[in-house]
């Protein structure tokens, strides 16, 4: 029927935008800890960084664009709002390959618990920059967590 909360959206949508944001960040969690034990298995075994680059690139860029373009309805959904706004697309995907490929070799390049924790301090530097460059009001909490 018409209920609220369909079992497939999980009631993640019920959730307030705080709980939502704590429930992306434990899962974000959850995947970096195996991939960075995975990014050491592989360049334990293989010659080279770049090499452990492109294939965790490539698989990501297979996985989720299959994710986006089952999920976006087809790929001319997905064309059709990638081309909605270029510049920001450019952008966007500019960022995170740069964001992906640091973090990879990070990992590959020194010992993974020191990448991890200046992966961790992101928060720190994106509160600092919204509150520079955007002149966002940072909330007390916000304080006291960092």
């Known amino acids: 029927g018409g209920a609220a909360c369909p079992r497939a959206r999980m009631c993640v949508m019920a959730l307030s935008p705080h709980s939502r944001g704590v429930l992306i960040m434990l899962l974000g969690v959850l995947i970096v800890t195996p991939d960075s034990a995975l990014i050491r298995y592989i ?40 081309l909605e706004s270029p510049k920001h697309t450019l952008a966007g995907f500019v960022l995170e390959t740069l964001s992906a490929t640091g973090f990879t070799l990070s990992l590959a390049l020194t010992h993974p618990a020191r990448a991890l924790l200046f992966i961790s301090l992101n928060p720190l530097w994106c509160a600092l920059l919204g509150r520079v460059v955007l002149k966002e009001k940072m909330e007390i909490r916000t304080v006291v967590v960092l």
Do not use: Q
């Not at 492109?54 to 709002?81: C, D, H, N, Y």
């Open 43 to 82: 360049m334990d075994r293989i010659d080279g960084a770049l090499v452990c680059v492109f294939w965790k690139m490539a698989i990501s860029v297979l996985t989720l664009g299959t994710f986006v373009t089952v999920t976006s309805g087809g790929p001319s959904e997905v064309w059709k709002g990638l």
